[in-house]
């Protein structure tokens, strides 16, 4: 982390970072307007800029195709067709953008966090940890990851970060029975959140699901209502397979949110826009840096304008 | 099954048949569909922009031969651009500089340099005998010298003990120093997981970069990236030069458009690619493996030529359609296992899915071979049509008359029985995923066994675990047990 960085809010590392992947897309349409009309060969090249931003060939087609109808032949400013764009773009976000709601009563609210390998699983789970835990909740961490090398140790050092106990058992131990543990023990605890980590692992590994769906019914024999939020962490540089991972997680795990990391970066995250077509699932925040303090809330607006580059 | 591409070049070519050559419009229409398929694959849009104009040029006016469609002539010609886009051959770490050769792993956060570079230790290693150091210069992401200090001591290869208070450059330094006094052959650098736009550390990189001096800086990157794919590798070519890259988690069921987009812009080859999480998930870079995924259709041409001389394509489509919609009778069953036997056997169909060496050999070694399909297909055919369409109506007196008729034991019909129900149940899944896994049926398999794309093995056991033996592999009557862990 270079120390400029880490100066900056978060709003303006968001921003900066997706109006830093949305340059391209800006200055395209920028050329595109203030030369020609809105002809075939522009909706042409509009559709190429928000394929570049992985919002998938559908998604443009179909975002091309309403502003074609409304537009189509007259001449327009580039920003007016930004503009049309994101607001295309937010009333698509609108219905997703739902932060998670710690539900008091349960005692312990289980969140079990799952995903493809190296999509920002633990390190989601520390911010989540330290957010709750500034809230006034007493929070719990599951190192559920029994197989990688030294998964356990980086969330034990979460767990130093943000205070909070980590439930562990050896490397190796059948990751339901970690899960197991630490739902009795949070009972016993009376703590208000339990979040359990779960090795990285691909949607077409059918055994590696197989081993996920068990943890979750594992921890259904002590509470048949948990996990209350099953979240898949999508890593934001993620093209078209995210489809298949949204599916395949939940048809496995009844996946009830996604979290999308990595927006800090240089990719777009155009395909938050797709799967919110598709799947209407809840995206119940973003991460835009390493840093503990680096979750926000997802916010469509700022998304869908910082997307077309506008302020 | 043979899916996307193929399907959508059909209809395009529906209307062109008897025609001699190619005429520029019918290119045109086929571009847009292998357009349309390499976006949904992932190839940055300015890539697909290029590869195209290429192709077209080369398609208009090529004569369409008999025994291909129009439309296989112009995935054979994709094909073959792909290819030769990819990189024709292998490519393999260099090693020409004076010893402790430095070999340095970039990329963004989480996209696997940690595990490929103890993977690359390892072949380094093992396969070429030398002495390897690694070295971990991430001071950011918690436990990653850890990480690396634990996987050094699977694959018994040295890492440099860690101290507190370095920053990446120090520890660079420290690094070189000690592999040179201890006269390593070669010292890998890993490094932390930076985002390109993050100057800062793009610098710092460039630092590292320069007072090491690295033979080979690879870029490890994930194969189920999108479209940035073309941002990242141009970023972090022009900042330190890229000799090399490694594209990981190829295993999973990404069409890998990544592989084309980042070797177009950077010229730089793939060295290999990472098919699992454990450290001997490490295969060659095979082009034609790659362009037949990126096509969403396997190994296309060698796949697509066999299909065509021994089955009727359109026998195979349908049955793929029947897979989607979760259908698997008795029927099904006997024109798969009767395609294999055709298409030579288990290994010649085997032969002609990538990444399948492993597979073989499990298969092998649990007994599942061209006999037992015989005698599989011999069952099928004493039952009569309708219990072949309604497995259900198979009865105790019913499995008797087809054990005799077919020279088995009741029990082989249960198992059969079993495995079509398995195989109905897995298609549905299957069917919904999509994809060539649908091939994984050919084998009566259920899970663990899928001639997926450069899978070497679906099995993750952690290290010093012995292989448990799992449940009972579905579908294979008399299997052995598989090890189904991780
Ligand atoms: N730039 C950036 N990096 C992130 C973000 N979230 C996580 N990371 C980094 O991504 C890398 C992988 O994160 P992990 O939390 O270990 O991912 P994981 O999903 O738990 O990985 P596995 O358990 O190995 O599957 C680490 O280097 C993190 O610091 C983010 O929002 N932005
Ligand atoms: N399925 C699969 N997983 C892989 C492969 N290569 C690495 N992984 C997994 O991906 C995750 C991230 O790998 P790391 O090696 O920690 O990635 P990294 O780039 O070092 O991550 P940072 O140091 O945090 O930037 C881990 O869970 C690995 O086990 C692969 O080829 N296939
Ligand atoms: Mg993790
Ligand atoms: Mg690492």
Known sequence: MSSDNIQKSWFSRLKEGLSASSNKVVSGITGIFTEKQLDEETLEQLEDLLISSDLGVNVANRLIKTLSEHKFDKQVSDREVRETFAKDIELILEPVAKPILIEQSLKPHVILVCGVNGSGKTTTIGKLAQQWKAEGKSVCLAAGDTFRAAAIEQLKVWGERTQTPVIIQPQGTDPAAVAYDAVKKSIDDNHDVLIIDTAGRLQNRAELMDELAKIVRVIQKTLPEAPHNCLLVLDGTVGQNAHSQVATFKEMVNVTGLIVTKLDGSARGGIIVALAEKFALPVHAVGVGEAIEDLRAFDPKIFAQSLMGLD | ?486
């Not at chain 2, 694959?41 to 192709?55: P, Y």
């Open chain 2, 1 to 486: 099954m043979f899916d996307a591409l193929s399907d959508r070049l059909g209809n395009v070519f529906d209307r062109l048949k008897g025609k001699g050559s190619l005429s520029e419009s019918d290119v045109n229409a086929a571009m847009r569909e292998v357009r349309i398929a390499l976006l949904e694959a992932d190839v940055a849009v300015e890539v697909v922009k290029s590869f195209i104009d290429g192709v077209r040029e080369r398609a208009v006016g090529q004569e369409v031969t008999k025994s291909v469609t129009p439309g296989q002539q112009v995935i054979k010609i994709v094909n073959d651009n792909l290819i030769g886009m990819l990189g024709k051959e292998a490519a393999w770490i260099e090693l020409n500089a004076v010893p402790p050769v430095p070999i340095l792993m970039i990329g963004l956060q989480g996209s696997g340099k940690t595990t490929t570079a103890a993977k690359i230790a390892s072949r380094l290693t093992r396969r070429d005998k030398k002495k390897v150091m690694m070295a971990s210069l991430d001071v950011t992401r918690p436990a990653a010298r850890e990480q690396l200090r634990v996987l050094g001591e699977q694959i018994d290869v040295s890492t440099l003990p860690m101290a507190e208070g370095e920053t990446a450059v120090s520890i660079a330094k420290r690094a070189m120093a000690a592999s040179r006094l201890q006269g390593y052959d070669v010292v890998i650098l890993d490094t932390a997981g930076r985002v390109t736009i993050d100057q800062g550390l793009m610098d710092e990189i460039k630092q590292i970069s320069e007072i090491t001096n690295p033979a080979e800086k690879i870029l490890v990157a994930d194969a189920l990236t999108g479209q940035d794919a073309v941002t990242t590798a141009k970023n972090f070519h022009q900042n330190v030069g890229v000799t090399g890259i490694v594209l990981t988690r190829m295993d999973g069921d990404s069409r890998g458009g990544a592989a084309l987009s980042m070797r177009s812009v950077t010229g730089v080859p793939i060295k290999a690619v990472g098919t699992g999480e454990k450290l001997e998930n490490l295969e060659d870079f095979h082009p034609e493996r790659v362009a037949g995924r990126i096509l969403g259709m396997g190994d296309v041409v060698s796949l697509v030529e066999k299909a065509a001389e021994t089955i009727e394509v359109k026998e195979a489509e349908k049955i793929a359609l029947k897979m989607q919609k979760g259908q698997f009778d008795f029927n099904d069953m006997l024109t798969q296992l009767q395609q294999v036997s055709k298409m030579g056997g288990l290994g010649g169909v085997l032969a002609m899915l990538p990444g399948v060496g492993k597979l073989q050999k499990q298969m092998a070694s649990a007994g599942v071979d061209d006999k037992s399909i015989a005698r599989q297909v011999a069952i099928i055919q004493s039952m009569t049509a309708q219990e072949r369409k309604s497995p259900k109506l198979l009865n105790a007196s019913r499995k008797r008359r087809v054990a005799s008729g077919s020279g088995t034991t009741a029990q082989e019909i249960n198992r059969l029985l079993k495995q079509q129900m398995e195989m109905a149940r897995m298609m549905k899944k299957v069917g919904k995923m999509g994809g060539l896994k649908g091939l994984g049926s050919l084998f009566g398999g259920g899970d663990p066994i899928q001639p997926d794309l450069g899978q070497g093995s679906n099995l993750r056991i952690p290290e010093g675990l012995i292989n448990q033996p799992g449940q009972n592999f579905p579908g294979l009557p008399g299997l052995p047990k598989f090890p189904t862990k991780r």
